[in-house]
């Protein structure tokens, strides 16, 4: 079956810096989806970012980049710049393209990010 | 274009009532899932509804019930609440469930508290 993993339930940075948030996960298929969701504090939980298995180019959507190892599974985000208005929590998804799966997104515990001003 | 809706946002229940939460999905949106969010578990799939079906269903027991209507707006029921229901759900709609690559719009959840 496949997990995902966040390790870091917790982050904090500095305002302005860098911070990469981890993530990693199992699975036997080839080809599938990985996505990374934002939840603000007490806000509608948005996509930030998502990436296609089989493309070998990590996705950058503006401050926010993935580094994406497929041999070892690993699906990273890094924020650039980071802005008070980064905090939240972040979650790591994976979605399988084989219909045995019904699409189904499996979801990591998440990584509560926090920005010190 | 009006985000995901879902009512009421907050509810008091006590132990062994049931419960019934809508969700309104964007427009257009086919495709509803339910999540269930706690601190403890995170964020649990519970089912997946598209064009009046459930498609997907989580390892959740038989109290949790759903439906979804014409309209794709949808409901989800909880009966016999127990106070480990207290939580967070979500509702999520999708343009189409079977285009993987597709996003979920989040609705602000209903905050459900077992008493």
């Known amino acids: 079956a496949q997990t995902v993993t966040q390790s870091q339930p917790e982050m904090s940075v500095q305002e302005a810096e860098t911070v990469t948030l981890s993530c990693t996960y199992d699975?036997?298929?080839?080809?599938?989806?990985l996505f990374w969701y934002k939840q603000p504090p007490s806000r509608q939980m948005i996509l930030v970012i998502r990436?296609?298995?089989?493309k070998q180019q990590n996705a950058t959507e503006n401050r926010f980049s993935v580094n994406f190892q497929k041999a070892a599974k690993s699906f990273s985000l890094k924020i650039s710049d980071s802005q008070l208005g980064d905090a939240a929590m972040y979650f790591c998804?994976?979605?399988?393209?084989?219909?045995?799966?019904?699409?189904?997104?499996?979801w990591g515990a998440g990584t509560k990010l926090i920005i010190k001003p | 274009k009006a985000g995901v809706t879902q009512t009421p946002r907050y509810l008091i229940k006590t132990r062994g009532q049931q419960v019934t939460l809508s969700c309104s999905p964007i427009?257009?949106?086919?495709?509803v899932s339910w999540y269930q969010q706690t601190p403890g578990q995170g964020l649990q799939f519970l089912f997946e509804y598209f064009s009046e079906t459930q498609r997907n269903k989580g390892n959740f027991p038989g109290r949790f019930s759903g439906r979804q209507f014409s309209n794709s707006r949808s409901e989800m029921n909880v009966s016999t609440l127990e106070l480990g229901d207290s939580a967070l759900y979500l509702c999520?709609?999708?343009?189409?469930?079977?285009?993987?690559?597709?996003?979920?719009?989040f609705g602000p959840g209903t905050r459900l508290t077992v008493t």
């Open positions: 427009s257009g949106h086919r495709s």
């Open positions: 699975t036997s298929e080839s080809d599938y989806y």
């Open positions: 990436q296609e298995a089989y």
């Open positions: 998804a994976y979605r399988a393209l084989s219909s045995d799966s019904n699409y189904q997104l499996i």
């Open positions: 999520a709609s999708s343009l189409w469930s079977r285009d993987p690559s597709y996003e979920q719009y």
